[in-house]
């Protein structure tokens, strides 16, 4: 699909993929799994080259040579003026002639939200497996629906592997705008800044929080305006219906009925999803139908699990940053300090800073 800037679900999949670098530490059984991570990441590595190389050569196309030019001016910024990494990572590009880098496998039991988790050595366990040609991504969802799995394949344009890798701007990323571009490398530099284990609310939170008060400061060094919040907001809107389907869904799950009864209520709940999708699409965006691809495809528990993991906790990093007095480096400190509190303690401290706003 072509689009002329971000996608309105790009934020909910540019990071969330295993560190494909564990493979490294892993003594998991499956090695083909395993080793079709290790020669993807390897093709990777191999297609890197340095932007300024790229930029240089005048057989690159002036569309290319801006768009790496504005990336270079913003990984620059990242890291003077956001006290992000300074290194090797989104100063070095790979064309990888296909749409996406590699495309995630979601999973889920059929009456269940609960996701089918996959561990790795460094970035723990997460909810998905990624791959990087799209037909084993397919076949690997094809095994799991015959064990009577839900299961939902999303493409991934980005990814972050923490560090362990100088990542390169992807021609996967080109497709956005100059501003999302910048914006992704100020959310995968986060996650690079600090990283917890088995807890990707805090993550993709904190990296959500860096990316988009980053992408204010950015603004504001080059004289430009706020952005325009409708498109946020509506992004914001649709996806509270999401999450207000998937509680109801969790409720059904949870309760009394058998398994027939609950089978029919969740085709229910998809269809009542839809049917206020275009009431509000159509009283309040003006018909914008640029949610209906995703909405009138196929449904299914897993198909909802992505939403909610970049937003939950941005207000409590907001409050944090406020209390640093704007000051990054006592941000980070303090992001620090609340990543190293025990599980509970962690949420509970985040859900006070919630509070007081």
């Given at each position: ?11 909910v999949?540019?990071a ?19 080793g ?6 390897w093709?990777l590595?191999r ?7 790229v ?7 002036a ?12 990984r620059v ?5 956001l ?10 590009y790979a064309?990888?002639?296909r ?6 496998v979601?999973a ?7 996701p089918?988790t996959?561990?790795?050595p460094i ?6 497996r990624g791959?990087?040609r ?19 394949v ?7 592997t ?18 999302r ?17 088995d ?5 993709e939170s904190?990296?959500?929080f860096?990316?988009?008060e980053?992408?204010?400061q ?7 305006a706020?952005?325009d919040e ?14 207000a389907?998937?509680e109801?869904?969790?409720a ?6 058998d ?6 209520a969740k ?13 509000v699409?159509d ?6 139908k640029?949610y209906d691809?995703?909405?009138y495809?196929?449904m ?13 906790w ?6 944090v ?23 509970e ?7 006070r800073?919630?509070e007081s706003?």
């Open positions: 699909m072509k689009r002329s800037g971000p996608g309105p679900l790009d934020r999949f540019s969330l993929v295993p560190v494909l670098g564990a493979f490294l530490l892993s003594g998991c059984s499956n090695l083909g799994y395993y079709q991570l290790a020669e993807g990441q093709q590595l297609a890197r080259q340095p932007v300024e190389k930029i240089a050569d005048p057989h690159s196309s569309k290319l040579r801006a768009r790496l030019q504005h990336a270079e001016q913003a910024f990242a890291s003077q003026h006290e992000l990494p300074d290194n090797r990572s989104y100063r070095v064309d990888l002639g749409p996406y880098v590699v495309w995630n979601f889920t039991p059929e009456l269940s939200l609960q089918v996959h561990c790795f970035a723990g366990c997460v909810a998905y791959y990087y799209q037909g084993a991504a397919r076949g690997a969802a094809a095994l799991m629906r015959q064990d009577g799995l839900d299961v939902y999303g493409g991934v344009e980005a990814y972050s923490l560090g362990w890798f100088d990542d390169p701007i992807l021609s996967s990323m080109l497709g956005w705008g100059d501003e571009l910048a914006t992704l490398i100020f959310h995968e530099l986060a996650h690079q800044r600090f990283y917890v284990q807890d990707t609310e805090f993550n904190f990296a959500t860096v990316e988009q980053g992408t204010r950015w603004r504001a060094a080059r004289g430009l706020a952005n409708s498109q946020s907001a509506q992004r914001d809107q649709f996806v509270r219906l999401v999450l389907s998937r109801r869904l969790q059904i799950y949870a309760g009394p009925l398994d027939g009864h609950k089978r029919a085709q229910a709940e998809f269809e009542r999803l839809r049917r206020e999708y275009r009431q699409r009283s309040q965006w003006a018909g914008d640029r691809a995703w909405m495809g196929p299914s528990n897993a198909k909802l699990l992505p939403f909610g993991l970049y937003d939950q941005v207000p409590a990093f907001a409050a940053f406020r209390e640093a007095g704007g000051d990054w480096q006592r941000f980070y400190a303090r992001v620090e300090t609340l990543g190293r509190l025990p599980v303690k962690r949420k509970a401290a985040l859900a800073l919630v706003q």
